[in-house]
């Protein structure tokens, strides 16, 4: 062991079989973000990543897991095994939406409020919820990110590396696209 | 220029110290022996950084108690900048205060910054020896996260077994 520095990088790579995604698997960019729902510098991002991805179209593939830090922020967990409950009935990102652009009403009646608006079966959303069902998936998250070097949130990763510069439009975009052009 | 920080290195026995956790107990590096012990200097309670940095250990407490690993906070605050602080980020880990003489374990671990008075934003994974088995110096700015640490940790597993 030592005390140089080391490159972080993704260490669970993306899987079309476990990770929420949009885009298609053979863009040449891969932007995985690590982020938690009550996060207001999670929130500033939300619509700057929407814009990213409207701009570069198929060229990027987008993938979010949860990184939820309860300790700071209470109603994080809550709102990332409602995101992951409404992935179960194939609505992830519609959740997804709903929770960032409600960043402040996350309390559980909130939630069974968006999950309703999302068209979702209620009574088994609200029974998932209940027995934590998505625990051990939001911890998988987390602890994926924790390995890969995740120090706060949100942390991206482009193409398996983590991103370390400013999110704003300009900077990211011209990050990602320089990333496709490689 | 500042010169670039030279924790000590791996190998080399942690210095002891005893530090106050609260105004009527102390804790000392001693009473952990046998057990790996993580030391997060971090310059001061209350700067943006430092909270999310310690934010993310108190989630992770579950995994370093699965490595039998105790975690403490270690900054040249007082004891009860550190209770207000610790009770305010609901906290859950000792922070003890290198108050007086201040920085004095952060100068036995060389990461004391006489320039600013406070110490490096550093990490010491030390093995149930009392040896240091692996240290690391962040820029004072920059959440270092815990890949490091669970890294090191994950090696102490594997070198001598739980």
Same mark, same amino acid.
């Given at each position: 062991?030592?005390?140089?520095?080391?490159?972080?990088?993704?260490?669970?790579?993306v899987?079309?079989s476990? &990770?929420?995604?949009?885009?298609?698997? /053979?863009?040449?960019?891969?932007?995985?973000?690590?982020? &938690?729902?009550?996060?207001?510098?999670?929130?500033?991002?939300?619509? %700057? #990543?929407?814009?990213?991805?409207?701009?570069?179209g /198929?060229?990027?593939? $987008?993938?979010?897991? @949860?990184f939820? %830090?309860?300790?700071?922020h209470?109603?994080?967990?809550?709102?990332?095994?409602?995101?992951?409950?409404?992935?179960?009935?194939?609505?992830f990102?519609?959740?997804?939406?709903?929770?960032?652009? @409600?960043?402040?009403?996350?309390? &559980?009646?909130?939630?069974?409020?968006?999950?309703?608006?999302?068209?979702?079966d209620?009574?088994? $959303?609200?029974?998932?919820?209940?027995?934590? #069902?998505?625990?051990?998936? #939001?911890?998988?998250? $987390?602890?994926?990110?924790?390995?890969?070097?995740?120090n706060g949130?949100?942390? $991206?990763?482009?193409n398996?590396?983590?991103?370390? /510069?400013?999110?704003?439009? /300009?900077?990211?975009l011209?990050a990602?696209?320089?990333?496709?052009? @490689? | 220029?500042?010169?670039?920080?030279?924790?000590?290195?791996?190998?080399? +026995?942690?210095?002891?110290?005893?530090?106050?956790?609260?105004?009527?107990?102390?804790?000392?590096?001693?009473?952990?022996? !046998?057990?790996?012990v993580?030391?997060? =200097?971090y310059?001061?309670?209350?700067?943006?950084?430092? *909270?999310?940095?310690?934010?993310?250990?108190q989630?992770?407490?579950?995994?370093?108690? +699965? =490595?039998?690993?105790?975690?403490?906070?270690?900054?040249?605050?007082?004891?009860? *900048?550190?209770?207000? =602080?610790? +009770?305010?980020?609901?906290?859950?880990?000792?922070?003890?205060?290198?108050?007086?003489?201040?920085?004095?374990?952060?100068?036995?671990y060389?990461?004391?910054? *006489?320039?600013? !008075?406070?110490?490096?934003?550093?990490? =010491?994974?030390?093995?149930?020896?009392?040896?240091?088995?692996?240290?690391?110096? *962040?820029?004072?700015?920059?959440?270092? !996260?815990?890949?490091?640490?669970?890294?090191?940790?994950? !090696?102490?597993?594997?070198?001598?077994?739980p």
């Open positions: 062991m030592s005390t140089t520095q080391w490159a972080a990088l993704l260490t669970m790579p899987a079309e476990r &990770d929420h995604i949009q885009g298609p698997a /053979d863009a040449p960019v891969t932007l995985v973000e690590y982020g &938690d729902y009550e996060c207001p510098y999670c929130g500033a991002a939300y619509p %700057i #990543v929407k814009e990213v991805q409207a701009r570069m /198929d060229r990027l593939r $987008f993938v979010f897991r @949860n939820p %830090i309860t300790t700071s209470p109603h994080a967990e809550r709102a990332a095994e409602a995101a992951e409950a409404a992935a179960a009935q194939g609505s990102w519609e959740m997804h939406d709903a929770l960032y652009e @409600n960043q402040k009403r996350l309390r &559980d009646e909130d939630l069974h409020v968006y999950a309703e608006q999302v068209g979702l209620v009574e088994s $959303f609200d029974q998932e919820l209940a027995e934590h #069902v998505h625990a051990a998936r #939001v911890r998988e998250d $987390f602890m994926s990110g924790v390995r890969s070097g995740v949130t949100p942390t $991206f990763y482009v398996g590396t983590r991103y370390d /510069d400013s999110y704003d439009l /300009d900077t990211l011209g990602l696209e320089e990333a496709a052009s @490689n | 220029m500042h010169q670039p920080p030279t924790p000590l290195p791996p190998g080399k +026995k942690a210095p002891d110290f005893e530090l106050p956790s609260t105004p009527d107990q102390t804790v000392s590096l001693a009473e952990f022996r !046998g057990r790996p993580i030391l997060a =200097f310059p001061e309670d209350w700067s943006p950084v430092c *909270s999310d940095q310690l934010a993310l250990y989630e992770l407490l579950p995994e370093f108690r +699965k =490595f039998d690993a105790e975690l403490v906070g270690i900054s040249v605050d007082g004891i009860w *900048s550190h209770l207000a =602080f610790a +009770k305010d980020r609901n906290l859950h880990f000792p922070l003890l205060a290198d108050f007086e003489p201040k920085g004095e374990v952060a100068r036995t060389r990461v004391y910054r *006489s320039n600013e !008075g406070t110490s490096e934003r550093a990490l =010491f994974v030390i093995d149930g020896d009392g040896v240091v088995q692996w240290s690391y110096v *962040s820029p004072v700015g920059i959440n270092p !996260g815990a890949d490091g640490i669970l890294r090191a940790l994950d !090696g102490l597993a594997r070198e001598g077994g």
